[in-house]
Nanobody
Framework: QVQLVESGGGLVQAGDSLRLSCALSGRTVSSTAMGWFRQAPGKEREFVAAISWPADRTYYADSVKGRFTISKDNAKNTVILQMNTLKPEDTAIYYC?????????????????WGQGTQVTVSS
């Protein structure tokens, strides 16, 4: 059973920081990519950031470039999203995702596994 367990969401003020973590279990992390999507009320789920596990390549949505950093912990099979300078527009449910190959894509349907989501709320 493949499982993605997320943690780190919460309520913060604009300008603050949060760190989201997501641990993959049930399969090896080799030859995979992991990342994050988010979904705000009334909006479609959108790509945030992703990282290729074997090559350590990263990609970010334009809306978070320069503020968010994605990284991975090989020993813990965990991907981390460090979110700095948070804005009210970042308020959403953040979903961890993984796929069975290491290619990064912004297309939601291309990703194979999903976490339960963690709420991030940024107040103004």
């Amino acid at each position: 059973q493949v499982q993605l367990v997320e943690s780190g969401g919460g309520l913060v003020q604009a300008g603050d920081s949060l760190r989201l973590s997501c641990a993959l279990s049930g399969r090896t992390v080799s030859s995979t990519a992991m990342g994050w999507f988010r979904q705000a009320p009334g909006k479609e789920r959108e790509f945030v950031a992703a990282i290729s596990w074997p090559a350590d390549r990263t990609y970010y949505a334009d809306s978070v470039k320069g503020r968010f950093t994605i990284s991975k912990d090989n020993a813990k099979n965990t991907v981390i999203l460090q979110m700095n300078t948070l804005k009210p527009e970042d308020t959403a449910i953040y979903y961890c995702t993984a796929r069975n190959n290491y290619y990064i894509t912004q297309t939601q349907a291309s990703w194979d596994y999903w976490g339960q989501g963690t709420q991030v709320t940024v107040s103004s």
